[in-house]
């Protein structure tokens, strides 16, 4: 079983900075990709920005800038550093991973978060 827990959501005032964490836990062989979604209230779930294992960044275009996406393998964690944050970045934000589990055989599964809300507002 692997899980991957966030932390670091809250409220901040526009134009604010948030860290968000999300550590990947449990039976672990290898991790692939992980990233950074997003839903908003009546809106469906959007990329934020993905890393690949190699360290290869994407972003969607109304984050590029402000927001960086990174790695520490060693611990199983993905981050996402917000700068510079807007009223319409207020969501839900969920990680997720690409995880190969137990062993080099083992299955591979995309997992996600259970979120971590962050509200942006003065």
């Known amino acids: 079983q692997v899980q991957l827990v966030e932390s670091g959501g809250g409220l901040v005032q526009p134009g604010g900075s948030l860290r968000l964490s999300c550590a990947a836990s449990?039976?672990?062989?290898?991790?692939?990709?992980m990233g950074w979604y997003r839903q908003a209230p009546g809106k469906e779930r959007e990329l934020v920005a993905t890393i690949a294992n190699t360290g290869s960044t994407n972003y969607a275009d109304s984050v590029k800038g402000r927001f960086t996406i990174s790695r520490d393998n060693a611990k199983n964690t993905v981050y996402l550093q917000m700068n510079s944050l807007k009223p319409e970045d207020t969501a839900v934000y969920y990680c997720n991973a690409d995880i190969r589990m137990g062993s080099a055989s083992g299955p591979r599964s995309n997992i996600w978060g259970q979120g971590t809300q962050v509200t942006v507002s003065s």
């Open positions: 449990g039976s672990i062989f290898s991790i692939y990709a």
